[in-house]
């Protein structure tokens, strides 16, 4: 059983940067596929990001050039670096560990993901 918790999560101007990060525990974190998903009020939980156990990298389309995804696997740490913070970007931001790589298609999505910690807020003023 792996448990994560995210941190980092807080108050932000438009145009300005937070780095979320996601503690892991319960199991070998370089065995795991790793997500980011973010979900604002009255939405569905939405795909931000994720890294493969290789470490490549993959985004959402509105996130591309603007969030970075990176993993310290000696540390069991994943981090999310966001840039150019935007009002649409507040939300509950989740970390989430995949025990396998399915397709780029299908990791973008809630059901490839095994386990999930119990987010951090990000709010972005204008």
């Known amino acids: 059983q792996v448990q994560l918790v995210e941190s980092g999560g807080g108050l932000a101007q438009a145009g300005g940067s937070l780095r979320l990060s996601c503690a892991a525990s319960?199991?070998?974190?370089?065995?795991?596929?790793m997500g980011w998903f973010r979900q604002a009020p009255g939405k569905e939980r939405e795909f931000v990001a994720a890294i493969s156990m290789s470490g490549r990298t993959y985004y959402a389309d509105s996130m591309k050039g603007r969030f970075t995804i990176s993993r310290e696997n000696l540390k069991n740490t994943m981090y999310l670096q966001m840039n150019s913070l935007k009002p649409e970007d507040t939300a509950v931001y989740y970390c989430a560990a995949s025990r396998r790589y399915y397709s780029d298609t299908y990791q973008h999505t809630v059901n490839a993901y095994d386990y999930w910690g119990q987010g951090t807020q990000v709010t972005v003023s204008s």
């Open positions: 319960g199991g070998t974190f370089s065995n795991y596929v």
